[in-house]
């Protein structure tokens, strides 16, 4: 059994950061990958970040290259987005994921586990 549980979500003016973590309980030492996906109201799950649990090696959806950054922290199993400048088009709600395939597999298939969800809003 795997749990994923986010925090650190919440409301921030246009410019500000937030630092969500995922703190994975479970079966962690068989994951690839982790990473987090985001959803705007009525649409569909979309690629942030992702990050090789075994090497640490990063992807990023080109939108947030430069503003978000994922990190691991493997003895705590727990991963973190460091999202910075945001913009009231990154509101929206916050998945972290883990799954069994590297993080050059990108969509929302490519994972197995989801946590609940946090919400991010960024006012203007």
């Known amino acids: 059994q795997v749990q994923l549980v986010e925090s650190g979500g919440g409301l921030v003016q246009a410019g500000g950061s937030l630092r969500l973590s995922c703190s994975a309980s479970?079966?962690?030492?068989?994951?690839?990958?982790m990473g987090w996906f985001r959803q705007h109201p009525g649409k569909e799950r979309e690629f942030v970040a992702a990050?090789?649990?075994?090497?640490?090696?990063?992807r990023y959806a080109d939108s947030m290259k430069g503003r978000f950054t994922i990190s691991r922290d493997n003895a705590k199993n727990t991963i973190y987005l460091q999202m910075d400048s945001l913009k009231p088009e990154d509101t929206a709600v916050y998945y972290c994921a883990a799954g069994f395939r590297d993080i050059y597999c990108r969509g929302s298939g490519c994972y197995g586990y989801w946590g609940q969800g946090t919400q991010v809003t960024v006012s203007s």
């Open positions: 990050i090789s649990w075994i090497t640490g090696s990063t």
């Open positions: 479970g079966r962690t030492f068989s994951f690839e990958a």
